[in-house]
C-alpha cells in the first residue's frame, strides 16, 4: 500500500492553485470539473510524494474547518534541498513563517502557514 492522496480543504479551487501551482511551483495533476460547482483537483510536489487533492469548502461545517483540520498541529511536512530559496518562494506566495529557522538533528526546520491556515513544517534533512 501507498498513501496516494491526502485531502485539503480551501475556500476556493483558484485560490489552492494559486498558491500551490502558481506560487509554489507544484503539478497540477487533474483539474476536472464533477459538476457546476465540484472539480476534482489534483496537485503534486515537484520531489513526489502524496498528492494533494484540493477540495473547496461546500457547507459551512467543512468552511470552518479550512486551515484547522489538525487542532493547529503541524498537517503537512514539505522537504527541501534549498532552505532558503523555498522559504522565499513560500512567503512570495502569501505564507507566512511562524517561527524562525531551527537546526535540528534532523535538519534545518521552520513551522509556516499557508494562506488557509494550515501548518506546515519546512524540512532541509541533515
Request: no cysteine.
Amino acid at each position: 500500500m501507498r498513501l496516494a492522496l491526502v485531502t485539503l480543504v480551501v475556500p476556493d479551487y483558484d485560490a489552492g492553485l494559486a498558491f500551490f501551482v502558481a506560487g509554489l511551483g507544484f503539478s497540477l495533476v487533474e483539474d476536472t470539473p464533477l459538476s457546476q460547482t465540484k472539480r476534482w483537483v489534483v496537485v503534486r510536489p515537484p520531489g513526489g510524494g502524496s498528492d494533494i487533492l484540493l477540495a473547496r469548502a461546500a457547507t459551512p461545517t467543512q468552511a470552518a474547518r479550512i486551515g484547522g483540520q489538525t487542532g493547529g498541529r503541524v498537517a503537512f511536512f514539505l522537504h527541501t534541498d534549498d532552505f532558503p530559496r523555498d522559504r522565499a518562494r513560500i512567503e512570495a506566495a502569501g505564507g507566512r513563517f511562524l517561527e524562525a529557522p531551527r537546526r535540528e538533528d534532523y535538519g534545518v526546520v521552520a513551522q509556516f502557514a499557508d494562506p488557509f491556515g494550515n501548518v506546515w513544517d519546512l524540512v532541509e534533512p541533515g
